[in-house]
């Protein structure tokens, strides 16, 4: 993990970076949503207002997943009819990055698959069978889901995006694939449906009343 | 986890903290204790459930909860140490099924963790279960209808139902009404329950293990005893253990007398000690004819007092010749009468050729003491102008199977019994179980 120093055009305060590869932060003084160009950082906008979660994990939270640790440093939060959920950009102690879908106490944990064909959004149905790197998957939920906050530092840029269309996807084991609609090239996400007691995470938001 | 006091308290602080709301219609103090995951919340004196999402805490229904006010057994806001973390109860239902016009009503208490998340207990007649929900769907057992498997466990259908959430109280992360209904299916494998419910086309699947109230009493310090278990319950563990075990103590036993048995007949003298053979002239059976009784020599008994086997082999066909013997001790007198018959018939009728009786006959005198003894024979047979030879054959210290065969029954008692009232306690469970065929068609 290299940590380029930067300053906020917007208020001037230090920008670090936790993850060589983040696109995009927000600065922790003014909330300005910032893009890293090939010479400077530039401020995209303002974050609005989180929505209130009840969610243990924040930008700061340790965990680990198989033989990693890992620490967020950032977060998307989308909202579907069903209410919201969060992923959480991980840093891995690898130096690669990874995501924490976190929705309700339910926990996966997904990276990236290398670019590939991916069939068109409108193409799959639930109950449909794909296989990728030799694990079958059938379609679970297809989600239309609404960007409703960021945080932190994210591997793409995220000012221009609104609506998002997930598709996810299980194994007959624990495995899960995500197939993100959200840019026009889709992205998919292979990854484990995991335990939130095996992911030992530390650092956890604290709740008034319970002694963490 | 974020904060780390020297003295963290082994039980859960006391009293919880609450953010302070009001009830828009009556305006009663609410707690809300699963901070923002809380969808549902209802007011604790009018019974408005409230929507928790919306700040002006829109009333979504009220119901009438006074009339039948239903006192959960475990307080809303009791913590507890549960499953190795501290948990608050956080909310409460009663849901009510009706089989054959009876209603039937079981109660659910909503825990909550702010880092583990929630947890259910059922309460059904002073049956407990803890559940979760899973995040997988059970598959059905390929080819075999009613059952389904997971984790590699089989779970047989017990129970299809439609629940009626009849009372509620406390605060829910899913928008709870009072008259809603769902399909519950229940598939059991004690000590675990596995339970579908569905409500329009979703359906979620939970997991519950049966718990004993002791354990729930002792968990969330609750005053008296817990109400006393009626009758057997879906997924209760037979107290009498799975039917197979039971024997494994007495398979273990009967190999260990099977042992015993091969090692003491081995050990067993076997010894013969007299063998004799005569001849017995059936002219000699007139009435007329002086008694054709007589002694052998005397033979020494030797060891310790155990039986006697007296074999008598005789050359019969189609008759038959009786004797009398006394075991007599030379020193003492006393004796042994045993009387004998030996009879062998054989013949050809309409079924076929048919034998009756043999020709060799086996007695065993129990508990002979050691010393010097010698027989006395008397034969007898039909009178006739033939001889019948017979063999006398005299064997010290036997091996008896009966006995074994005795103690193998008396072995199979306590585990024949235990059988018995495992298949029953199994009847008694299985006989509640009903309702119409599983429901797993809208799964995905």
């Given at each position: ?25 927000v ?27 009840g ?31 969060s ?23 997904t ?93 956890l ?8 | 986890?974020?904060v ?43 019974h ?38 501290a ?19 079981w ?12 947890r ?91 718990t ?59 010894s ?47 008759n038959?010749?009786?004797v ?86 008396a ?34």
């Open positions: 993990m290299s940590q380029p120093g930067a300053n906020c055009p917007n208020c001037g305060a230090p920008v670090r970076f936790r993850w060589s590869s983040s696109v995009q932060t600065c922790e003084y003014c909330q300005s949503i910032l893009v890293r160009t090939d010479v400077d950082l530039r401020k995209v906008g303002t974050v609005a207002d989180l929505p209130r979660d969610s243990p994990v924040q930008i700061g939270t340790e965990g680990r997943y198989r033989h990693l640790s890992f620490v967020t440093i950032g977060r998307v939060i989308y909202e579907y009819d069903q209410g919201l959920w992923e959480w950009h991980l840093a891995m102690s690898d130096g690669k990055n990874g995501w924490l879908s976190d929705a309700q106490f339910e926990y996966a944990v990276f990236a698959a290398p670019r590939r064909q991916m069939p068109a959004a409108g193409a799959v149905n639930v109950n449909q069978r794909y296989e990728w790197d030799g694990v079958q998957y059938t379609v679970t939920t297809i989600t239309d889901a609404r960007y409703r906050g960021i945080q932190g530092e994210l591997p793409f840029q995220t000012w221009d995006k609104e609506k998002a269309r997930f598709i996810d996807l299980r194994s007959a084991a624990a495995n899960c694939a995500t197939l993100d609609y959200s840019d026009a090239d889709p992205v998919l996400y292979l990854g484990e449906i995991v335990d939130g007691d095996a992911l030992q995470l530390k650092n938001r604290s709740f008034e009343g319970w002694p963490s | 986890m974020a780390v006091s020297g003295d963290a308290p082994d039980r859960p602080a006391a009293p919880p903290k609450v953010q302070g709301l009001n009830c828009p219609k009556c305006g009663a103090a609410l707690s809300v204790r699963s901070f923002d995951h809380a969808v549902s919340i209802v007011c604790g004196s009018c408005s459930i409230l929507d928790a999402k919306d700040p002006q805490l829109r009333i979504l229904q009220q119901f009438e909860g006074k009339v039948h006010e239903v006192q959960p057994l475990i307080p809303l806001g009791r913590r507890g140490r549960w499953h190795g973390a948990y608050e109860l956080i909310g409460f239902q009663q849901r009510t099924i009706a089989v054959d016009g009876a209603h039937y009503s109660h659910e208490y909503l825990l909550f963790n702010p880092f583990k998340g929630f259910y207990l059922t309460q059904y007649d002073g049956h407990w279960n803890d559940s979760v929900t899973l995040r997988s769907v059970p598959d059905a057992t390929r080819g075999v209808i009613g059952t389904v498997t997971h984790e590699g466990v089989t779970y047989r259908h017990f129970q299809t139902a439609t629940a009626v959430t009849s009372f509620v109280l406390g605060e829910f992360p899913w928008e709870v009404r009072v008259g809603e209904s769902a399909r519950v299916s229940d598939y059991v494998a004690p000590p675990r329950v596995l339970s579908r419910e569905a409500t329009g086309n979703e359906a979620t699947w939970s997991i519950g293990q049966y004993s109230g002791r354990d729930v009493w002792a968990a969330f310090a609750l005053p008296g005893s817990p109400p006393k278990a009626v009758g057997v319950y879906a997924n209760q563990p037979s107290p009498y253990g799975r039917a197979g075990r039971v024997w494994r103590p007495f398979l273990k036993m009967a190999g260990a007398l099977l042992v015993l048995m091969i090692v003491l007949s081995s050990l067993a003298l076997k013969q000690v007299f063998k004799h053979t005569y001849t017995f002239d059936t002219r000699r059976a007139q009435p007329d004819q002086p008694e054709s009784s007589f002694v052998t020599e005397v033979f020494d008994l030797q060891g310790h007092t155990s039986n006697v086997e007296l074999t008598t082999e005789a050359s019969v066909s189609n038959w010749i009786g009398s013997y006394a075991l007599i001790n030379e020193d003492t007198g006393q004796a042994y009468d045993v009387g004998r018959e030996v009879s062998y018939y054989s013949g050809r009728d309409q079924d076929g050729a048919w034998t009756e009786g043999s020709t060799r006959d086996v007695a065993v005198i129990p508990s002979v003491p050691p010393g010097r003894y010698y027989l006395r024979v008397e034969p007898d047979a039909d009178p006739g102008p033939g001889t019948i030879r017979y063999t006398v054959i005299l064997r010290r210290d036997v091996p008896s199977f009966l006995l074994y065969g005795l103690a193998l029954l072995l199979a008692i306590p585990p024949g019994f235990a059988t018995w009232r495992s298949m029953s306690f199994e009847q008694a469970r299985w006989a509640e179980s009903g309702g119409s065929a599983p429901d797993m068609g809208s799964d995905s």
